[in-house]
Antibody, heavy 120, light 109 residues
């Protein structure tokens, strides 16, 4: 069965960067896209972007261009998202999610989420 | 961006029908495909896919959940509502980029 295991919570200072991971198992990693979603109490769920895990090609929500960078390591079936120049507005829970078909689409499996807290 | 509008909350009695609506700012249908999807999220958990492409039940989801709609108006129905269904429900469109509704919190009357 598809599983997405995300890394642990992060506490970061304003202006710094964090890199969170999403390790996939239970399927052929390079056959499906992985997407990233931000959740806050105020803004709800926001699509950040997706990555083609086979080619490394990416698509970003305009709002997150320059903020998020998506990469993959095919050897470990792991997707990564780096968030840069952090501000308190980046404090949120970040999910990775599996896209089962055409992109953009819907998400049939989600990671457990990573809470990122940006505070001095 | 396509904006999805949901009512903030809905109160229903156990065993009754719950109808949760989602209205899109423009059509999310292409040909015969209605690109609207529904998720359930319980506190402290990740969202769970319930319905994809408006009316298709996701794997492992009970048949008391159903979805309908086309164009700009979509509905998620839970019938009958059980205590375990208390959660927030989100719609999401994939017609143009990808956006989510603000969620409807299902409460027990």
């Amino acid at each position: 069965q598809v599983q997405l295991q995300q890394s642990g919570a992060e506490l970061a200072k304003p202006g710094s960067s964090v890199k969170i991971s999403c390790k996939a198992s239970g399927y052929t990693f390079t056959s499906y896209y992985i997407s990233w979603i931000k959740q806050t109490t105020g803004q709800g769920l926001e699509y950040i972007g997706y990555i083609n895990t086979g080619s490394g090609g990416t698509n970003y929500n305009e709002k997150f261009k320059g903020k998020a960078t998506l990469t993959v390591d095919k050897s470990s079936s792991t997707a990564f998202m780096q968030l840069s120049s952090l501000t308190p507005d980046d404090s949120a829970v970040y999910y990775c999610a599996h896209l089962p078909g055409q992109v953009p689409g819907y998400f049939d499996y989600w990671g457990q989420g990573v809470m990122v807290t940006v505070s001095s | 961006d396509i904006v999805l509008t949901q009512s903030p909350a809905l109160a229903v009695s156990l065993g009754q029908r719950a109808t949760i609506s989602c209205r899109a700012s423009q059509s999310v249908s292409i040909s015969r495909y209605n690109l609207m999807h529904w998720y359930q999220q319980k506190p402290g958990q990740q969202p769970k896919l319930l319905i994809y492409r408006a009316s298709n039940l996701a794997s492992g989801i009970p048949a008391r959940f159903s979805g309908s709609g086309s164009g700009t108006d979509f509905t998620l129905t839970i019938n009958p509502v059980q205590a375990d269904d208390i959660a927030t429900y989100y719609c999401q469109q994939s017609r143009e980029s990808l956006t989510f509704g603000s969620g409807t919190k299902l409460e027990i009357k």
